[in-house]
Each structure stands twice: as structure tokens, then as C-alpha cells.
């Protein structure tokens, strides 16, 4: 049984940073790749960051530089640190578990478990 549960969401200033976390349940690290996704009201969900077995990040063009995404095995929890918030980066955030490696897309469809979401509002 494999669960993700997020954490870390808030309120934060234009600017700001947040921690998101995502532990892990029910599954070895570092057989596949964990990710990133958000998703604004009214929008489809999107890829911010994924990491996988390797350890190499990869990022959407409007986080890169500002957020990272890590992981810590012995813990089984991913991370995506973010900083110098804008309100566009305002969504539910949600950690996804893709048991391949990861995909070179942003296809949502392509992992096969999801956390519960955390909220991150920016303003």
C-alpha cells in the first residue's frame, strides 16, 4: 500500500518561502521518480519539479531558480523548497509517486500514486 501525505502548505508573502514536505509510505526508495504537481482553481494540474533514482532534479521553466526539489531515502520524504513566492505560484500542491523513472513530460497521468494536496496561497 503506497500513501503520500504532503505538508507544509500556508500563507505566505509575495516573496516568501515555504517547505513543502511529502512522506512517503509503502514504497523503497530510489526505484522511481517522485514529483511535484499544482494545481489552480479552474486550471489543469501541472508539473513544477520531479527527482528521481538519480538524484537530478528537473524543473518547469516558471520555478526554475526559485524552488528545489529534494529527497531524503533514509527518511522516504520529498521536499520542494520554495522561494521568492509570486502570487501565480497560488495552488494546491501535491506530491506524486511515478514507479518507472521519470518521464521527460509534465503528463500528470504518468504517475501512479498522488498525495492529498497542500494549499499555498500567495499574496
Known amino acids: 500500500h503506497v500513501q503520500l501525505v504532503e505538508s507544509g502548505g500556508g500563507s505566505v508573502q509575495a516573496g516568501g518561502s515555504l517547505r513543502l514536505s511529502c512522506e512517503v509510505s509503502g514504497y523503497t526508495y530510489p526505484r522511481g521518480c517522485l514529483g511535484w504537481f499544482r494545481q489552480i482553481s479552474g486550471k489543469e494540474r501541472e508539473g513544477v519539479a520531479a527527482?528521481?533514482?538519480?538524484?537530478?532534479?528537473t524543473y518547469v521553466d516558471s520555478v526554475k531558480g526559485r524552488f528545489t526539489i529534494s529527497k531524503d531515502n533514509a527518511k522516504n520524504t520529498l521536499y520542494l523548497q520554495m522561494e521568492n513566492l509570486k502570487p501565480e505560484d497560488t495552488a494546491m500542491y501535491y506530491c506524486a509517486l511515478r514507479f518507472a523513472g521519470c518521464p521527460v513530460t509534465w503528463y500528470a497521468l504518468e504517475y501512479d500514486y498522488w498525495g492529498q494536496g497542500t494549499q499555498v496561497t500567495v499574496s
Open positions: 527527482i528521481g533514482k538519480d538524484g537530478l532534479p
